[in-house]
Nanobody, 124 residues
Framework: EVQLQAFGGGLVQAGGSRRLSCAASGFTFDDYAIGWFRQAPGKEREGVSCISSSDGSAYYADSVKGRFTISRNNGLNTVYLQMNSLKPEDAAVYYC?????????????????WGRGTQVTVSS
């Protein structure tokens, strides 16, 4: 079965760092773009970052540019999200999902196979 499982969240102090991982199984991993999304209480789910299946091109929401870095290891069927300089507004449940390409990832267009998210809490 197609599964994408996000993990690595936890409590981080503002200004700190955390690395999330997305472990994929049940499909040909390197055929798909992988996106990171997050949802905070009372907010809509939003796209955070995406990495393409072809050349590894990375895309970021304006709110995280310069602070977050996405990468993928196709041999390990894993995508990472390195989060630096965390802010309280980054607190959310983070999810990963697959799509045919990264275009439109910010709003989740064309992405599916949502897995269980991981909670990131940022204290001030």
């Amino acid at each position: 079965e197609v599964q994408l499982q996000a993990f690595g969240g936890g409590l981080v102090q503002a200004g700190g760092s955390r690395r999330l991982s997305c472990a994929a199984s049940g499909f040909t991993f390197d055929d798909y773009a992988i996106g990171w999304f997050r949802q905070a209480p009372g907010k809509e789910r939003e796209g955070v970052s995406c990495i393409s299946s072809s050349d590894g091109s990375a895309y970021y929401a304006d709110s995280v540019k310069g602070r977050f870095t996405i990468s993928r290891n196709n041999g390990l069927n894993t995508v990472y999200l390195q989060m630096n300089s965390l802010k309280p507004e980054d607190a959310a449940v983070y999810y990963c999902a697959r799509g045919p390409y990264c275009a439109g990832y910010v709003h989740g267009g064309e992405f599916g196979s949502w897995g269980r998210g991981t909670q990131v809490t940022v204290s001030s």
